[in-house]
């Protein structure tokens, strides 16, 4: 008997004060320049974890660090510009002017990891 197991890895979705903006497919580099292409505007200036202009405080989720950040961060905070989202992340920013997407049909968490026989 042989069995296939299959697993979803859907794409997080980056959220805005609880307002889902896009989903990250891996389309953009960083999650700096995601929220750019959606138009939504992060102060930045070195773009590569040095200054911390582009702190963002991150209200849940989390982030994964493409390159080592230099800038000084608290627990609740990354920075956009060196960094993708490792899960759905919600981050304290104004959604104001971004187009917003639905939410995917997801399967049941259950149902994430299947086993056809
Ligand atoms: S822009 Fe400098 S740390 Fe992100």
């Given at each position: 008997m042989s069995s296939l197991t299959l697993t979803c890895n859907k794409a997080p979705i980056v959220s805005l004060n609880g307002?889902?903006?896009?989903?990250?497919?891996?389309?953009?580099h960083t999650l700096?320049?995601?929220l750019e292409v959606k138009k939504i505007k992060v102060f930045s200036e070195c773009r590569s974890g040095y200054?911390?202009?582009?702190?963002t405080r991150v209200i849940s989720g989390s982030v994964r660090y493409l390159t080592e950040p230099l800038a000084v961060l608290g627990e609740d905070e990354c920075l956009p510009c060196c960094c993708v989202p490792s899960k759905d992340l919600d981050l304290d920013l104004s959604a104001k002017g971004a187009d917003l997407v639905n939410r995917p049909v997801s399967l049941h968490p259950q149902a994430e990891h299947l086993l056809i026989d």
């Open positions: 307002q889902p903006v896009l989903l990250f497919n891996g389309q953009q700096l320049q995601a200054c911390g202009a582009c702190k």
